[in-house]
T-cell receptor, first 113, second 115 residues
Framework: DAGVTQSPTHLIKTRGQHVTLRCSPISGHKSVSWYQQVLGQGPQFIFQYYEKEERGRGNFPDRFSARQFPNYSSELNVNALLLGDSALYLC????????????FGDGTRLSIL | AQSVAQPEDQVNVAEGNPLTVKCTYS??????LFWYVQYPNRGLQFLLK??????LVKGSYGFEAEFNKSQTSFHLKKPSALVSDSALYFC?????????????FGKGTSLLVTP
């Protein structure tokens, strides 16, 4: 079975631009979460979606937004990019049960110049 | 809020020796605890979890973890380390509050296993 897939794998943008990252969950998983991992740190929670509705939001500015589609795939959008947005963006899918683990994709490496 | 702490930035161990990677947690109720491993340029890979029940949890690749409620710890262990175990290890706790089932991660511990 395919795991969580994310695209693109790498992306280079300049300050002020906009970016869209994409994620396809494991088949059968209806929940998708997004995390930001800055170099040398643990992942930080950004959003969680379940059945196309936002179920959780971390401490990130309104420049960050996301959505989930009817096929349970998801997009993360970041506007007005800042140098500090450079990070590995991880998508995780799960069955939206507290006792079940989240399964991660390999991430999108975003570099802001 | 729920959180975990990983007190060691790096753990060095010789191949064949036992390894321990430490994690302590702070929660308001019963914790759901997880260990993940990250290899270079990869995402996080699930190793094991503690939800309830036996304090010793067995996971993938020979790893296990011991839940200790009195010490609020959830240390990751392996009886005999392999060079291929060298990676970044993250402990995480689940937040069941208004952030859905988001995971709160520690800062990570780099494990280096030398031949």
């Amino acid at each position: 079975d395919a795991g969580v897939t994310q695209s693109p794998t790498h992306l280079i943008k300049t300050r002020g631009q906009h970016v869209t990252l994409r994620c396809s969950p494991i088949s059968g998983h209806k929940s998708v979460s997004w995390y930001q991992q800055v170099l040398g740190q643990g992942p930080q929670f950004i959003f969680q979606y379940y059945e196309k509705e936002e179920r959780g939001r971390g401490n990130f500015p309104d420049r960050f937004s996301a959505r989930q589609f009817p096929n349970y795939s998801s997009e993360l959008n970041v506007n007005a990019l800042l140098l500090g947005d450079s990070a590995l963006y991880l998508c995780a899918s799960s069955s939206y049960r507290g006792d079940q683990p989240q399964h991660f994709g390999d991430g999108t490496r975003l570099s802001i110049l | 809020a729920q959180s975990v702490a990983q007190p060691e930035d790096q753990v060095n161990v010789a191949e064949g020796n036992p390894l321990t990677v430490k994690c302590t947690y702070s929660v308001s109720g019963n914790p759901y605890l997880f260990w993940y491993v990250q290899y270079p340029n990869r995402g996080l890979q699930f190793l094991l979890k503690y939800i309830t029940g036996d304090n010793l949890v067995k996971g993938s690749y020979g790893f296990e973890a011991e839940f200790n409620k009195s010490q609020t710890s959830f240390h990751l262990k392996k009886p005999s380390a392999l060079v291929s175990d060298s990676a970044l290890y993250f402990c995480a706790v689940r937040d069941g509050g208004n952030s859905g089932y988001a995971l709160n991660f520690g800062k990570g511990t780099s494990l280096l296993v030398t031949p």
